[in-house]
């Protein structure tokens, strides 16, 4: 095999694989770099845009759809979804409320609640046999959303504890709280992902599941996990915007399953499974941030904001296109100097 | 070393084993010969922990044994290459050498432990050495390899964690002409190494170059056996397809 290894050293210098490695490395890089443009693009169009003040609104803004990507990172990593989220941001509100008047006490009610829908939907996906995500956290979606408004009596209740206050509107210098704990969790998940154990059989369970059971990975134990982790972001999400309106409202967090979801795909990550970096999620977050900040600025209607989304979720999938040419084209080009 | 004797094994209706006897010595090259549907297959999935017996016994170093799962036979030492390779497209070629025999530490964080990759690309190199193989960019994506690549990567890690036995499902069949002989060779270096081979392959040629024994199935039995030279083609040719069934 060291012919064969002579060859393929010498074929890497090939123009066109070249050109094909390169175009993977930008492609991988996309989210980064889509985010400097239009952070960019922002800043020259808007004299607001830069000032301490907005980039602090930013933060506030962007945090808990930042949070629930995160969350939602791990579980697409397995070929999954999860669309309980928005509804556990309103249930773990809703007995956060209720929860008293302790702070810690409340915070882990909170995060508990999100956790424990996250173990519901893992356990119904893994023992169910039932084996489509889309299908049990629509259902779950549904039932938490009601659970929150049968626990509730349909009422918004104000009044949180001072710890929760701090987590959603606090600010630590001209950084909001929020955006700090959405960087302590981005650090955690990207040590879980990139630099553990189980963060390896995260991506390998999203590679090749059957594979993944036939090399003796707990594949059932780590899809529990992720969405165990999923539904414990959802509940800090929730923590965020109790804390941000001081109140639990059963109607909170309609749709940010979806902006979670945008997030993740503007960020790269793979609806296929197996593919997808925390740092790519968390510019796409920002991204989704700052076309609404910016737009906002410029004094675009919100509809415009919509499109503008819309379209870069279109145009991500269209960059995950790409990557699977160009990765087809560097497999062509090794085979090439392999029978060369 | 390994012996199975009369094995049995139905799916529903479908008897693909009716009494297969199969012994491999120690740093011995076994070739397991057969047409489509002769039971080859399944006889490997009883050895590697995939599926268990209907009867029959299967004896590891002479004492019986049962292989609950995959994870089982490889503890028992018993590597499988399974022919859809078992690879990872988007894990670079070392994570898929270590996959679920990851280097991680410190040791009190279990499976949340810290990956420990210079010491598994380390652990890699030394393999490739051991086994006088030199390929591949370890940290390259097995996604973006060419077939022959791919395989080496499987090959590899069948062969480099085997300590017993090593089962080969049609290993060459991705592969070039050069690439085949890259591997047989491979293969024929094993038994220096202490390990046994067991070698499914339609090539008779290939299996006379490396194989000491051949063992021919046919519906499921055994049917014989016979050293593999050229001289015994004939032979070994009319046992698979049945005495019957020539001219």
Known sequence: MSALADRVDRASGGSRERAARVGLRIVQAGPVLILAVVALAMSLLSPFFLTERNLTNLGFQTSIVAVLALGQLLVILTRGIDLSVGAVVALSGVLGVMAGDSGPVVVLAMALTGALVGAVNGLVLVKGRVMNPFIVTLGTLSIVRGAALVVSDAQTVTGLPPLVLTLGTGLAGPIPVPALLVAVLAVLAWILLARTQWGRWIYAVGGQPDAARRVGIPVDRVLISVYVLCGLAAGIAGLLVAGRTDAGAPTAGQLLELDAITAVIIGGASFFGGRGSVGNVVAGALIIGVIRNGLNLLDVTPFWQSIAVGTLVIASLELDVLRGYLEQRLRAAQTRSAEA | ?247
Do not use: C
């Open chain 2, 1 to 247: 070393m390994l012996e199975i004797r009369d094995a049995v094994k139905s799916y529903g209706a479908v008897q693909a084993l009716r009494g297969a006897s199969l012994q491999v010595e120690p740093s011995e090259i076994v070739a397991l010969l057969g047409d489509n549907g002769a039971g080859k297959s399944t006889l490997v999935k009883a050895i590697s922990g995939v599926h268990r017996l209907d009867a029959g016994d299967l004896l590891l170093e002479g004492e019986p044994a049962t292989f609950r799962s995959p994870v089982d036979a490889r503890e028992h030492g018993i590597e499988t290459l399974h022919q859809d390779l078992s690879l990872f497209d988007n894990l670079s070629a070392v994570a898929n050498f270590h996959i679920a025999r990851e280097l991680r530490g410190p040791r009190g964080l279990g499976r949340l432990g810290l990956l420990r990759e210079r010491a598994m690309e380390r652990a890699w190199r030394e393999q490739l050495e051991r086994l006088g193989v030199r390929i591949l960019d370890p940290r390259q994506e097995v996604g973006v390899m060419s077939g022959g690549q791919r395989q080496a990567v499987a090959v590899l890690r069948a062969v480099a964690f085997a300590r017993r036995l090593v089962i080969l499902d049609e290993p060459t069949a991705a592969l070039g002409v050069r690439e085949s002989r890259q591997v047989l060779d491979l293969v024929s270096r094993l038994p220096d190494q202490g390990i046994a081979v067991l070698l499914i392959s339609h090539n008779l040629e290939q299996v006379a170059a490396v194989a000491d024994r051949a063992v021919v199935l046919r519906q499921g039995r055994s049917v014989g056996q016979a050293v593999p030279t050229a001289d015994n083609h004939e032979t070994l040719v009319s046992l698979i397809v049945g005495a019957g069934a020539g001219p």
